[in-house]
T-cell receptor, first 115, second 113 residues
Framework: DQQVKQNSPSLSVQEGRISILNCDYT??????FLWYKKYPAEGPTFLIS?????DKNEDGRFTVFLNKSAKHLSLHIVPSQPGDSAVYFC??????????????FGAGTQVVVTP | GAGVSQSPSNKVTEKGKDVELRCDPI?????LYWYRQSLGQGLEFLIY????????KSGLPSDRFSAERTGGSVSTLTIQRTQQEDSAVYLC???????????FGSGTRLTVV
């Protein structure tokens, strides 16, 4: 069963605008969430993370929001740049029940930033 | 090296043959993970090694899959009697602290024909 869901397989956004990527999860034991970015023919690279004790974490142009009651998180990229065009994966970890560091990944969202 | 190194980068094999995929993690990273990504799918957890603890093999899809990590460093993922559904990109990652996320290698693209 898919415990981490990214329901939008693709997103197109104009350069300079905000990109909003969404992720839903079903396992209430998840307590750590991460976003990864992947370019073709490369491995995913870590982007930003958030612990369940927070509801927001910001790093430069990237902000992750967590709504635990809705089991929902989102990644905002402002402003979007052409180099942001990639596949973005949401991931979650349940430290109390899973092996340390074992992550469940969503299926990814392909972001295309147009000039 | 500076990153996680995987070899080979591409592998084409005939159905029924065995394959070995290699992963060199970042030096000093105690945790090592194998994931795979099938076409159009997310990353699927396979196996996890942490220090000297017994590995978490809960993600291995069948007994044809096995993995070792020798000396706490290099890891080999072995797939016996490959099937077409094993075709995927196999990704290795290592980590020192989850708060910094994993560092992934570029993956091995396995094609079973």
């Amino acid at each position: 069963d898919q415990q981490v869901k990214q329901n939008s397989p693709s997103l197109s956004v104009q350069e300079g605008r905000i990109s909003i990527l969404n992720c839903d999860y079903t396992n209430s034991m998840f307590d750590y969430f991460l976003w990864y970015k992947k370019y073709p023919a490369e491995g995913p690279t870590f982007l930003i993370s958030i612990s369940s004790i927070k509801d927001k974490n910001e790093d430069g142009r990237f902000t992750v929001f967590l709504n635990k009651s809705a089991k929902h998180l989102s990644l905002h990229i402002v402003p979007s740049q052409p180099g942001d065009s990639a596949v973005y994966f949401c991931a979650a970890s349940a430290s109390a029940t899973d092996s340390w560091g074992k992550l469940q990944f969503g299926a990814g969202t392909q972001v295309v930033v147009t000039p | 090296g500076a990153g996680v190194s995987q070899s080979p980068s591409n592998k084409v094999t005939e159905k029924g043959k065995d394959v070995e995929l290699r992963c060199d993690p970042i030096s000093g990273h105690t945790a090592l993970y194998w994931y795979r990504q099938s076409l159009g799918q997310g990353l699927e957890f396979l196996i996890y090694f942490q220090g000297n603890s017994a590995p978490d093999k809960s993600g291995l899809p069948s007994d044809r899959f096995s993995a070792e990590r020798t000396g706490g460093s290099v890891s080999t993922l072995t797939i016996q009697r490959t099937q077409q559904e094993d075709s995927a990109v196999y990704l290795c990652a290592s980590s020192l602290d989850l708060s910094y996320g994993y560092t992934f290698g570029s993956g091995t693209r396995l094609t079973v024909v």
